[in-house]
T-cell receptor, first 114, second 115 residues
């Protein structure tokens, strides 16, 4: 099983739609979670961190369910500029305490249409 | 926020040549930097972890003699693709974090095309 698995997509939605991305992680000891967005041929950019209590930033809401090892990202009132690939990222941690490696999901492509 | 600078942004080279890519943390010290490779429509794949003052840690399947990493200072890591071949053509991205498990800041990436 892959460490981080995401909806394969692609998602094509009209402007103004609400879209949700789901992501599961296999390592129950994972400590930190993030959503990044990546535009074509560009570097990933942090969209938001994900906290156990859930967090919201404008039109974006991220939630974490540790019991189900599940992360979600909800985008409300989607804009054309939201078109990108969304990457789910977990920090699996390490028993040695020195593993800085974040694990990326394969990404889900979102296209918002006019 | 923290800034990571990477250059060149694009390289076109002949097969058999070597290419060096630089990654700099501009406003923070990064004892650890990461090098990723991304093929079209694929996810980021970690190639190696670059540790300042010591040898890099390579992921399984990544040839350390082909992808030379040097992290000579707290703000600079370099990746050299030696004897590049067309199959090495890819998008290479570096990143650094402010600490263990912290979010990553990415360089802008280098698109390598080997003819």
């Amino acid at each position: 099983r892959k460490e981080v698995e995401q909806d394969p997509g692609p998602f094509n939605v009209p402007e103004g739609a609400t879209v949700a991305f789901n992501c599961t992680y296999s390592n129950s000891a994972s400590q930190s979670f993030f959503w990044y967005r990546q535009d074509c041929r560009k570097e990933p950019k942090l969209l938001m961190s994900v906290y156990s209590s859930g967090n919201e930033d404008g039109r974006f809401t991220a939630q974490l369910n540790r019991a189900s090892q599940y992360i979600s990202l909800l985008i409300r009132d989607s804009k054309l500029s939201d078109s990108a690939t969304y990457l789910c990222v977990s920090f699996p941690g390490d028993s040695g305490g020195s593993n800085y490696k974040l694990t990326f999901g394969k990404g889900t492509l979102l296209t918002v249409n006019p | 926020g923290a800034v990571v600078s990477q250059h060149p942004s694009r390289v076109i080279c002949k097969s058999g040549t070597s290419v060096k890519i630089e990654c700099r943390s501009l406003d923070f010290q990064a004892t650890t930097m990461f090098w990723y490779r991304q093929f079209p429509k694929q996810s980021l794949m970690l190639m190696a972890t670059s540790n300042e003052g010591s040898k890099a840690t390579y992921e399984q399947g990544v040839e350390k003699d082909k992808f030379l990493i040097n992290h000579a200072s707290l703000t600079l890591s370099t990746l050299t693709v030696t004897s590049a071949h067309p199959e090495d053509s890819s998008f290479y991205i570096c990143s650094a974090s402010l600490g263990l498990g912290e979010k990553l800041f990415f360089g802008s990436g280098t698109q390598l095309s080997v003819l």
